[in-house]
């Protein structure tokens, strides 16, 4: 009976590892309405989780900049809205365990690399629609965001592999002033890939600490 329940566990930790996972990363901006959705697929996609960011809000409260967001979460076995805020000191403590990390995981970044390599990109397009109203300014602001644009796809392109041309386009606007961009991103990558990165990440870490434990000098 022990070996049949351990065939099956190793069995669906198998399937678990061949799965692939399907990341739909939409953006929109028209005008001052900002809307960004977020859709996490597997089993053909019969789990399917959605995360919407339909209203993001910079306010100031005690003189701190703070960034006020609705997130909403909806999965087909039950929906749930929250509200999140992001502050200055939760800016920094998600700082300071980011350093946590890197002290503790040396070669994190790597791991990191290692792990976007599996990353495939099979939908990139990013459309804009801008303009200040008048010429001049609407030629030197296209000029400034293409190049703002072919940093950023240069920036995924290194990091995660193509399966696609990206499609970039903008369209000034020489006598109105406004700002459309569309944004469309599609990734894919196995989730055994993201189990190994995370456990490489895992057992260096406590590496880590189990080092500095063993180097630190103990109190008289």
């Not at 977020?38 to 701190?64: D, H, Q």
């Not at 995924?156 to 991103?185: D, G, K």
Request: aromatic content about 8%; charged content about 25%; overall charge positive.
């Amino acid at each position: 009976m022990l070996l049949w329940i351990l065939l099956a566990i190793a069995a669906l930790l198998f399937l678990l590892f061949i799965t692939p996972l399907r990341i739909h990363i939409l953006y929109e901006r028209k005008k001052e309405n900002d809307q960004a959705n977020i859709e996490v697929t597997c089993w053909f996609r019969l789990i399917r989780l959605r995360y919407e960011l339909p209203m993001v809000k910079l306010k100031a409260e005690n003189g701190s900049p703070e960034v006020e967001a609705k997130l909403e979460q909806s999965n087909p076995v039950a929906s749930d809205q929250k509200k999140h805020s992001v502050d200055a000191p939760q800016a920094k403590r998600w700082h300071r365990r980011y350093q946590e990390l890197l002290a503790n995981v040396h070669d994190f970044q790597d791991i990191l690399k290692r792990m976007l390599k599996h990353v495939r990109c099979e939908k990139l397009e990013w459309e804009t629609r801008l303009g200040l109203g008048e010429a001049m300014g609407t030629g030197a602001i296209t000029g400034i965001a293409w190049g703002l644009k072919n940093l950023i796809v240069a920036m995924i392109a290194h990091y995660v592999t193509m399966r696609t041309t990206p499609r970039v386009s903008i369209q000034p606007e020489w006598n109105n002033q406004l700002l459309h961009t569309h944004f469309r991103c599609i990734l894919r990558f196995m989730v055994g890939h993201a189990m190994i990165a995370a456990v490489r990440i895992f057992v260096k870490y406590l590496k880590g600490r189990e080092q500095k434990w063993q180097t630190t000098p103990s109190e008289v």
